[in-house]
Each structure stands twice: as structure tokens, then as C-alpha cells.
């Protein structure tokens, strides 16, 4: 089955870190753009960072670039956000998202989401 | 950055009835632009995208139309299963944004 699967969410002091995680089955994980996304309880969705196929290229809403850092490691099939310096608004909802055209979309398949919650 | 306006925020609509949700762009995204559904607790599902191609899997009553700057989605004969929040995402300028939502429900 095709499917994203998110991890590492929690509670986090502001100031504090977290490493979310995504892992890939069933496809070639390896073969496409991927792409965090985030929603705040109760509101819209907001891109926060695309890594290409390679790993070679890396793309940052304003909002997060300098604190937060997308990475994947082809060979576990897993995609990475290293998330720095948080903030109550960084509280959130974190999807991984797979491209199916661009770097950039569509998102053609999501994982359920790692919730992030920043709080002292 | 480019701005997606969606309207109404919230559309109410009867089961078998016709829904027509708009998004509109502050510059032209061409054809780069996708519908999502998201029912609550779930992840963002695909519907549309190159404006007016169905996803995988996705009923026929979902149709898009558009380009440029001004999109619509339109759902022919509302099901229970459609009653859901809508989004629509241009994929063709960086930052990638979202509009800010239609929530669609049972009148």
C-alpha cells in the first residue's frame, strides 16, 4: 500500500527542538519531490519546506528557513524535519506530502499528520 | 507571495444538490492549481489538479474548470461523504500556498 507515515511529534518548551519523521512505502521514495506541510488547530494549511528527489535541492517558507532543516535518506525511505527555536506558532499539525508533478505539487499522497505542540 | 482567495468561507447545500466552490489568485498560476478535501481528523486528500484532471479514484461529480486566475470546483449531486473543508493550492510560484478554505455543509 502506498502510504506516508509521520512521526515524532510532542510537546516542546519554545526555544526547544524536535526531529519529525516520515517513512515511504510503497513506491519509489527515492523517484520524487517531498514536502512538509502544516495546519495550526483549527485553521488552513501552510507549506513549510520541499527537499528534491536527491536531497539536493531545499525549499523554506520565510517563516521557518534558519531554524527548520528538511533532509531524506534514500536508502530508509524516510524524509526528516529537524525543527530548531520553536515557537508557540509552530504549533501545529506536520503532514508529509508526496509531489506528483512539479518539486511542488500536486500532493498526490499525505501521511496522517505528527502533531507539534509548543508550550511551557 | 501569492494570495489564494476562496469563496464563500462556508457554503451550505442539500444532499443531491449542486455545490460551486471558487478560488481566485492574486497573479496567474496558469494551470498549476489543485482541489483538496479534508474531513476532520484526516490529512488533505487530492481531487483536481492541472485545474480540471481528476485524481486517482476521484467520482466523476467532481469537475474543475479555470485558468489563470480564476478556478472553480463544482460538485454535481452532493453525496453525505462530500460535506468536508475544500482547498485550493497553486503549485506554480514559490512559496506554494493555500487558499484559506470553503467548509461545505449539509443545509
Known amino acids: 500500500e502506498v502510504q506516508l507515515v509521520e512521526s515524532g511529534g510532542g510537546l516542546a518548551q519554545p526555544g526547544g527542538s524536535l526531529r519529525l519523521s516520515c517513512a515511504a512505502y510503497g513506491f519509489i521514495f527515492s523517484g520524487h519531490a517531498v514536502s512538509w506541510v502544516r495546519q495550526a488547530p483549527g485553521k488552513g494549511l501552510e507549506w513549510v519546506s520541499t527537499?528534491?528527489?536527491?536531497?539536493?535541492?531545499?525549499y523554506y517558507a520565510d517563516s521557518v528557513r534558519g531554524r527548520f532543516t528538511i533532509s531524506r535518506d534514500n536508502s530508509k525511505n524516510t524524509l526528516y524535519l529537524q525543527v530548531n527555536s520553536l515557537r508557540a506558532e509552530d504549533t501545529a499539525a506536520y503532514f508529509c506530502?508526496?509531489?506528483?508533478?512539479?518539486?511542488?505539487?500536486?500532493?498526490?499522497?499525505w501521511g496522517q499528520g505528527t502533531m507539534v505542540t509548543v508550550s511551557s | 507571495e501569492m494570495m489564494m482567495t476562496q469563496s464563500p468561507a462556508t457554503l451550505s447545500v442539500s444532499p443531491g444538490e449542486r455545490a460551486t466552490l471558487s478560488c481566485r489568485a492574486s497573479?496567474?498560476?496558469?494551470?498549476?492549481l489543485a482541489w483538496y478535501q479534508q474531513k476532520p481528523g484526516q490529512a488533505p486528500r487530492l481531487l483536481v489538479y492541472g485545474a480540471s484532471t481528476r485524481a486517482t479514484g476521484i467520482p466523476a461529480r467532481f469537475s474543475g474548470s479555470g485558468s489563470g486566475t480564476e478556478f472553480t470546483l463544482t460538485i454535481s449531486s452532493l453525496q453525505s461523504e462530500d460535506f468536508a473543508v475544500y482547498y485550493c493550492?497553486?503549485?506554480?510560484?514559490?512559496?506554494?500556498?493555500f487558499g484559506q478554505g470553503t467548509r461545505l455543509e449539509i443545509k
Open positions: 527537499i528534491s528527489a536527491g536531497g539536493s535541492n531545499t
Open positions: 506530502a508526496k509531489a506528483s508533478g512539479t518539486y511542488f505539487g500536486p500532493f498526490d499522497i
Open positions: 493550492q497553486q503549485y506554480n510560484n514559490r512559496p506554494i500556498t
Open positions: 497573479q496567474s498560476v496558469n494551470s498549476n
